[in-house]
Antibody, heavy 118, light 110 residues
Framework: QVQLQQWGAGLLKPSETLSLTCAVY????????YTWIRQPPGKGLEWIGE???????IYNPSLESRVTISMDTSKDQFSLRLTSVTAADTAIYYC????????????WGQGTLVTVSS | QSVLTQPPSASGTPGQRVTISCSGS????????VNWYQQFPGTAPKLLIY???HRPSGVPDRFSGSKSGTSGSLAISGLQSEDEADYYC???????????FGTGTKVTVL
């Protein structure tokens, strides 16, 4: 059974860098899309970006200047970096796996609450 | 950045059929697939419908999806108490060059 397990710092100060990692267990790492999605407390979902197993990356234009998504195929892991965070970046961050273009995300991590506060 | 519009709430009694709409545009639903997610409080979203109409393994056939023009719909037949959750539609947007989600609908079982 495929499982995604994520980790990273949960409390940041303004201007710091958010860093999260997601490990994929079970199944093949190649052949899928890997994405990061966030959800401010009590609000809706926002797509941050995704990386394809080949290394191609797409970012949400609204965050592109601050976001980096990378992957380590030797460890079946992918990561998110978001620089210069502000209170507006406070959210639950989820990693997820995509089956194919346009077909949604079938496995999700447990979510990490990241709070930005001085 | 919610360019897909959903009703904020929907409700029904056990056994009823509930339908949730997702209104988009030609740059998203009009030219791409619609996917639906179910989310319970404090948990990650779960893929409910993909590719407009397909159910992942394990999703009850009470849940069905459809698409017409620039709108998608999720129907829950034979509503059950465990269906009380938030539901989100999603699609790729060719203009924004981003994956977009709907505003979300809270389903209440009366």
């Amino acid at each position: 059974q495929v499982q995604l397990q994520q980790w990273g710092a949960g409390l940041l100060k303004p201007s710091e860098t958010l860093s999260l990692t997601c490990a994929v267990y079970g199944g093949s790492f190649s052949g899928y899309f890997y994405t990061w999605i966030r959800q401010p407390p009590g609000k809706g979902l926002e797509w941050i970006g995704e990386i394809i197993h080949t290394g191609s990356i797409i970012y949400n234009p609204s965050l592109e200047s601050r976001v980096t998504i990378s992957m380590d195929t030797s460890k079946d892991q992918f990561s998110l970096r978001l620089t210069s965070v502000t209170a507006a970046d406070t959210a639950i961050y989820y990693c997820a796996r995509g089956m194919a273009v346009g077909y949604g995300y079938d496995y999700w991590g447990q979510g990490t609450l990241v709070t930005v506060s001085s | 950045q919610s360019v897909l519009t959903q009703p904020p709430s929907a409700s029904g009694t056990p056994g009823q059929r509930v339908t949730i709409s997702c209104s988009g545009s030609s740059s998203n639903i009009g030219s791409n697939n619609v996917n639906w997610y179910q989310q319970f409080p404090g948990t990650a979203p779960k893929l409910l419908i993909y590719g407009n109409t397909h159910r992942p393994s394990g999703v009850p056939d009470r849940f069905s999806g459809s698409k017409s023009g620039t709108s998608g719909s999720l129907a829950i037949s034979g509503l059950q108490s465990e269906d009380e959750a938030d539901y989100y539609c999603s699609s790729w947007d060719d203009s924004l060059i981003a994956y977009v989600f709907g505003t979300g609908t809270k389903v209440t079982v009366l």
